[in-house]
């Protein structure tokens, strides 16, 4: 048995094969991305000659990945797109990979991986619709898709392009094993913002007012009565029609989270360019897994996803091939965890 809060060294469908089958309350994972990177590894993802064998080998693992997570599981994959390159420039001389664009980038090793793949039925500069077709075979696969999640970033990687905008989203895609599944919603709600809170006033009084005129009639305006319990307490904005004591009305405080999230990309000064931020993460981890729970990330690269988990209270396992990659993770949560530590001590 693999032990649990720890990266291995190992590729993500032979890791998974040694997991207990529903064993796995969530997993959060970012594969590679097709034909941008090489992490110099034998058998690495990302590199096959064509889109459809890179989905082909990504539906294997993800189904291995089914029969580990539990019946009440969800999976949250971030992936970004690639576009067919015209293999023009850089990428028609190999050798000299590290000194042009996407060979400087950190987690790069050897040639420019663009030279090893090819595009299928793209053309040269097409946007080949990575995310998409992953989806929509993981559907096809027997996977609930259950919501395109928009990363947006406020400060994208600047590219050199005078025929298209810049890219500044990636996806995260929610899936599920079953229709009915944990998702803990309480614990992701956001703050309404003042605009709302405004309306909500303008609205209420408004509705008081036509109700007091026309004697308790019943209206049907934009701010019906509603009202529901949450963990902070109970919010509404009346509690019934039939009396409108603005003593019972409570301030709405907070929202069902949107599905576009904002989130600043943050430098990482070890050698593993493709990061995601911790916030990134964190509402995926919260609201899919309960705490004590576990975790998986079948491509765990820096450890992002280990760390945040276990600040978290969740358990996480996970696998990458490039052992320095599986050093950095392990090293990073005994890091935090040592953190920690030394905070209780404090407090």
């Not at 004697?215 to 009346?238: F, L």
Request: with cysteine; hydrophobic share 35%.
């Amino acid at each position: 048995m693999l032990e649990l809060n720890c990266c291995h060294n190992i590729d993500a469908l032979s890791g998974l094969k040694q997991l207990a089958s529903e064993s796995a309350h969530c997993g959060v994972t970012s594969p590679p991305y097709y034909g941008l990177r090489d992490y110099g590894a034998a058998g690495q993802i990302g590199l096959e000659p064509t889109p459809e064998e890179y989905i082909s080998r990504m539906i294997e693992v993800f189904r291995e990945f089914r029969r580990v997570l539990r019946d009440d599981g969800t999976l949250w994959i971030n992936i970004g797109d690639s576009y067919a390159g015209s293999r023009k420039g850089g990428a028609a001389y190999p050798e000299n990979a590290g000194n042009y664009k996407q060979g400087t980038n950190r987690g790069m090793i050897g040639q420019s991986a663009t030279t090893h793949v090819g595009w299928g039925n793209c053309k040269p500069k097409d946007l080949i619709g990575i995310p998409w077709m992953l989806a929509f075979a993981l559907r096809a696969d027997g996977w609930y898709l259950r919501q395109d999640i928009i990363w947006y970033k406020p400060n994208p990687m600047p590219e050199s392009v005078r025929d298209r905008c810049t890219k500044s989203h990636e996806y995260i895609f929610l899936f599920s094993k079953s229709p009915h599944y944990y998702f803990d919603q309480e614990s992701i709600l956001e703050p309404v913002s003042p605009s709302t809170h405004m309306r909500i006033s303008q609205n209420l009084a408004e509705q008081i007012g036509s109700f007091r005129a026309n004697g308790g009639a019943k209206t049907n305006g934009p701010m019906k009565a509603v009202s529901r319990k949450t963990k902070q307490g109970e919010i509404g904005i009346v509690k019934n029609n039939a009396s409108w004591d603005t003593s019972c009305c409570l301030t709405v405080e907070r929202r069902n989270k949107r599905s576009v999230w904002t989130v600043t990309t943050q430098p990482f000064k070890e050698a593993h360019f493709a990061t995601f931020p911790p916030e990134l993460i964190k509402p995926c981890i919260q609201a899919g897994c309960p705490e004590g729970g576990t975790v998986v990330d079948m491509f765990m690269g820096s450890g992002t996803t280990l760390v945040t988990a276990n600040e978290l209270n969740r358990n996480c396992i996970g696998f990458d091939v490039n052992l320095v990659y599986c050093d950095m993770a392990n090293r990073r949560r005994a890091d935090a965890m040592a953190q920690q530590s030394l905070f209780r001590k404090l407090v």
